[in-house]
């Protein structure tokens, strides 16, 4: 059975990557695209300035543009992904939950409060019952599952295998971060050829609140954070694609490196069409993964680890995830087929 | 009184760095300059391919390049700057000592040997004196000092003055490192546009057990290692110059961030020729230091920090330097001049 | 019937595209590699250093590699691709075509010689048929043919549809090649990152003399340069795959832009399994074709067209093709399947 | 003398270069900083993004940015330099030169009008007189001086160079244009790496306009546009500052590569402040010059050629200037420093 899904921020970098992800899904299909009112009432194909290096699909390009308002949207959409600058996010999804929709959302508004799960399906497809608590608290029909920041879904994979396998208490994070996670007009090329920039607002925090909460306890009520201490650095270069993190973690059991890796490569998927037949790949070769050589493997759905060592304390490992795919669009349709799963469309 | 001084390797990235910073040094003479056998006997124009985006200096061009062996060095010369490989390097620089060379040296081979002093004049000058030993150990009448790799010597400075007004126990660091650190043969492009590499052959335990000796006692006999923990993960970018470094450290005593920007600020310096007015510039700015726009403060010989937070367990930052200025080139020549300053020559 | 295929310089830039196109090929089998001397005897997974974003086919990974003689490859090979560097290619292509083999060559000797059939298999093919002239004059079994330099087989198709519809007298063109042109150590990153180089030696001469053999007419036995003017001008930039070209073309009769893009558009392509569904596609968007956006269209084997404009004397336009695909391993691919179509194997 | 000097369009790209240039000249003394409406008011270190890598001049970083309006600079500010977008320069400009102030302006609003003179002070000096018929027929008690495109900059003094030695029938010009020249948010860092943009918005129009005005004949009344035809293919690459361009010229008299060598080097410059000691340098290197190690040559006001060779019709080289010195910023301050030679201010 086809579900119709929805896009909200569809002409922008992460929407347009949902798209190219939604259009040849095999349960789901493209019934409603959403832009800001600039763009409402054009064909996607003028509202777009499609900048992905594969066609635009030639049946979404003549789909009308809508507002991002839940009128805009039919009612027999089942599922909205949403893609929204936090701010937009924050006011306008409520409004489709209340109406009615069930929103898988990759804006970064709401993430850490209590009611709304931040959900990667191989990590903690569990805490998806906390939305029962959401909409009896909020009053909804519909429900608001998000999808955790895309430097956050590089590193949480192989934290959540190694803290199973061996307790973590401390974790240090240093990351490479590709353009395209700031949006096509995010970093201009005069800041960024010949250059790095060691900040990028906001995402050290991101980093260290969303990974307690995906790796936290969940009693059926209440998400408990992870007691780990983490400290990220966050830095941007020069590549369009791929997130590339330096990890360090400290463990509460001793560790060796071949139980580290036996740990990474066991790590268990979830039976959804997105996702990857082996979640976390290990490199032998110390000089991997790098980002235009790893990003897509798993078709950008898995998640790179190499350069594994240890410390005193524990490890040390590098780990890269496609940011645009792995890291946020296909990290929304993932969480879509999750809510399909388990029935709640 | 003017040192006719002599370059090693003169052809290669550090070598014309080298020639750019001696060419018009108030106190040196270029007066002997060496490379591999396939370029002696050429005029320095023609053996080297100047890369350096400012004119070479037209006396210096028209030397005649020599092999790398004291006989081809004239016996006037006083003072020998070395930039070799390793191998090579671990070859001929005895040589050289043995023949009554003192030599300023950037090569990697020997920086851990006991009775070389491995110094950046600003953090350990007192570590020259171990020459003594050398030359009694040896039997050499000249002498062989080092400086650090240039990843190391980024983050050194400030990690002396916060040793010395907080105590270091844990050192993490990540390091973005531009290709010029890796000669100019040593990067390909098809490697490194849009992309990143985690892994630099050998540099990570350059920088573990390096600046444990840069931070090091000396009783006037031994030098010994400071007993903090250093874990490193290395990278490179598609930077031209410029080494940018995310750092955790773990401090013995509490510390805040305005404590620590003052100590770093009032790092002291050293009166020699090349050595900055200030050694450690702090920024206020989060985004700051990046390699494009911070690489040249104080004519490439500052080290730029930025980003100070605390932690659970201390403070993390950014630093930066100019990998082939404060880094190599300059880190020679201004040890050249420590050993001038100290009757070494 | 498939036929059994061997690639030689298999381990380069071209030679790892050649694997690529080679081992899912419906016709071809890939039943020996070979490289330099170094690397005979090794596997191809130990001797190559694998560097496209794609897994190395694993069956292709276990082939042990050859020398690049006759008497390293199988007798039941019946044909063989060669991307290896000219003067080798001067040298052993000769010796494979003596002992049997049909040779399809991206190697740039022998291009301009008389009785070497120089072909793009949708512009030229019927100069295939020099092959005889050349078996009979050499006493050869086998055979070679000759694909065109990469920036030379991006602008030729289009000045084919072009001299058929309005005649060419005069052709000016200046190129933005990417770093891949050069295989994988052909241009270092201190070289290019923030640069381009307005030099790439012998490609100015071949664009100019390649064209005009490809647009040649053939009688039978002689083939005959065309008479237009060419004049290139070359230039490397920072970017991984795709040439980008500027043409000026001054034409016998008079063309208007809807004229030229219609010409353009109706080129016709030819039967091959490789060969693209459209030989030539025209954008209307002024500021396409880009590398990055458009080098994979027709999986690579496309010539993308943009800006036609009209000048005084003729037409300006930009030309883009992937020059390791279509430009060298595909254009190799395509004339394998046309010697096999025409029955030279 | 002391000319206290203003910029308008102060904190853009070509705004921070002019203060660059301005702020230690010997003539001129910054006075006066505007920009738009929402700096109005700032000190300029607020209002202004510096990214220039040298640091911001401390006495300028403390002056008021003033709203762009002859009401918001002082009376005895003698000299205006404009580098505003072109809408506001078509309206802002007349504003200053009818309050009666001298404008030397980089924007390109109104640089065909047959009443303003668009000049390079080594080409066409001469034109600057057009100025009193400027003044006659608008009323003015200030002027309105031009400088072209950085684009047209580049390529203009070779040209005329040549065009005197062998007269000029034919140009053709492609460029490998710098992301600075657009701005600092003109391109994005997703457009550009890996990749090149074959179009710049109404950029061939300007130098195959621009360029016949600068080369044409002045008979103290009128400019008439030289006769030669015209045209320009223009491309974005990833380089930071720096315009290479590859120019076919058809010439009237024969020419050798010796002769229009000669023709370029011992083409005379002009003895103001700013202009470089030799205009046009000429590299024998077939590689050079490039934009990375040339751009700077005699302070960033130099032209460099290089690959000059013979075609049937004439030559084709390639060359090379700082866009936003010599083609802006630095274009702008010798044209104010030639209205004060010549009594305009």
Redesign the interface.
Known sequence: MTVRVGVLGATG?VGQRLIQLLEPHSDFEIAALTASESSAGKAYREAAKW?I???IPEDVAEIEVGATTPEDVPDDVDLIFSSLPSGVGAEVEPEFCEAGYVVSSNSSNGRMDEDVPLVIPEVNADHLDVLERQREERGWDGALLKNPNCSTITMVPPLAALDEAFGLTDV?V?T?QA??GAG????????????????IGGEEEKMETESRKLLGGFDGTAIELHGM?V?A?C?R????DGH?E?V?VDTEDDVTVADAEDALRSAEGIDLPSSPDQLIRVFDE????????????EDGMGVAV??VQE??DGL?F?CLAHNTMRGAAGASVLNGELLAANGYL
């Open positions: 970098a900048r290096d594969a066609p240090r240093s490479l353009v395209s096509y007009d995010g970093v201009t090329s005069m800041e960024i050829i010949d250059n790095a920039i060691p900040h201490d400290a650095s830095n270069i020069a590549t369009l590339l330096n360090w110390p000089d991997r993964p790098q980002p235009r050589l790893d990003r897509n493997i190499g350069g410390t005193t040390q590098n």
